[in-house]
């Protein structure tokens, strides 16, 4: 409970869970960049005192972890069916990691270190089970989940990349073809794409 600035009535505030923190968090980091993201300032916009943050949070990087792991709830599993259905179906999970790598930005950053909880190795089970379902062999699922997992991330950053280089994407590819000259006509193509 927290009193009223004139003295009145304590209010009620709601109760810290670790649920409300994640959120808090990933909201704050949507908003103004991990960077940014202190334990004091997500206290303060909880309106919490920081230390009742520990009491849902182990430190730092367990609020990482179980921030990446709200963002890693966000996408659509693949889910195969028939024997020819895997194709579609891992290209809808990888659309689906786009899309909720692009909304928290901040994601790809942390992605491949911080742990995995529950949300982020369903989806990675998932992947793998989707991979399985192409009967492609033990070393080419392997192989698969990797290069699957590298793309999205690695697309991701570039994609994240070219959007903060610049305000305006057109003006910038125009000048970057301006010196191209003649000869890349297969890169000017591309660049216009």
């Given at each position: 409970m927290t009193g009223t600035a004139e003295g009145g009535p304590p209010r009620l505030r709601a109760p810290l869970t670790r649920e409300r923190v994640l959120?808090?968090?990933?909201?704050?980091?949507?908003?103004?960049?991990?960077?940014?993201?202190?334990?004091?300032?997500?206290?303060?916009?909880?309106?919490?005192?920081?230390?009742?943050?520990?009491?849902?949070?182990?430190?730092?990087?367990?609020?990482?972890?179980?921030?990446?792991?709200?963002?890693?709830a966000e996408i659509e599993p693949p889910a195969v069916t028939g024997p020819d259905g895997w194709r579609t179906a891992m290209r809808a999970s990888a659309v689906s990691a786009r899309d909720a790598l692009l909304r928290h930005p901040w994601a790809e950053s942390v992605w491949s270190t911080s742990l995995p909880g529950p949300a982020r190795t369903g989806?990675?089970?998932?992947?793998?089970?989707?991979?399985?379902?192409?009967?492609l062999g033990d070393d080419l699922v392997y192989l698969?989940?990797?290069?699957?997992?590298?793309?999205?991330?690695?697309?991701?950053?570039?994609?994240?990349?070219?959007?903060?280089?610049?305000?305006?994407?057109?003006?910038?590819?125009a000048d970057f073809m301006a010196g191209l000259g003649d000869d890349h006509p297969h890169l000017e193509t591309h660049i216009r794409a």
């Open positions: 959120d808090a968090a990933v909201a704050y980091a949507d908003q103004h960049g991990l960077a940014k993201l202190s334990m004091r300032k997500l206290a303060a916009e909880l309106g919490f005192e920081v230390m009742s943050l520990y009491n849902h949070v182990t430190n730092k990087d367990d609020l990482i972890a179980g921030m990446v792991d709200r963002v890693a989806y990675m089970d998932a992947l793998l089970g989707g991979l399985d379902a192409a009967e698969g989940f990797h290069a699957v997992t590298v793309h999205i991330l690695g697309y991701i950053r570039e994609e994240l990349d070219l959007q903060s280089g610049t305000d305006d994407l057109e003006a910038a590819a």
